[in-house]
């Protein structure tokens, strides 16, 4: 087992007790997810062995290859990257989450695909990307169309609205990020206002490896970790 792996992996899941203290929550209500792009599928076995079962990729290609290569293990896959709409026929089915539903032409070729694949016996689940600090080089709905496209694609009868996920701009004092995760739940409790019981928007997918603490304190039930985990370099993928 690579020492490594379980000391991150320890030190991670303090700092995710400690975070959830201090916000009155339970650590069990917070998912671990480990972002894996480009990292080995031995690396990914080795964290699994550590009781890690959440896996997060960034690209469809990678992840569907991994996915084959790791079909003996019982992982739950994330879909944590930007998601092109000609991908969408490979995507239904192969991931319990899809983190980055960025626009209502893409949730409405999601619901169509899986109406399709699944005969309308099953749901995609997808959170919504939310782009809150307004950076062009990120994708996502700007808050104050957010609410609108909530409805919109929440009446979908193929696609499962479940939350929103954000990425925050990168800041060397997390506490400066503070504001955008905030900002996110309260985005997510308006949406529930407006919905009510037609959807459980309990999901709020915030927080990376340089500032996840502080996202859990604002609200995350999930935080996507990769360099925290597996190094700033990680190994390189087997063939």
Known sequence: MPSDLNANLNTVRTQIAGAAERSGRDPASIRLVAVTKQV????????HALGIRAIGENRVQEALRKQAEMADLALEWHLIGHLQTNKVKQVIGAFDLIHGVDSVKL???????????????????????VNVAREASKHGFFPEDLLAAAQEIQSLNHVNLRGLMTVAPYAVQPESVRGVFRRLRELRDACQRALGDRAELSELSMGMSQDFPVAIEEGATIV????????????????
């Open 224 to 239: 996507r970790i990769g360099s925290a985990l597996f190094g700033r370099r990680p190994a390189i993928q087997q063939l």
């Open 40 to 47: 080995s599928t031995d690396r990914i076995r080795a964290i």
């Open 107 to 129: 949730a409405r070729e999601l619901d169509a695909r899986a109406a399709a694949q699944w005969l309308g016996k099953s749901r995609q689940d997808v959170l919504l990307q």
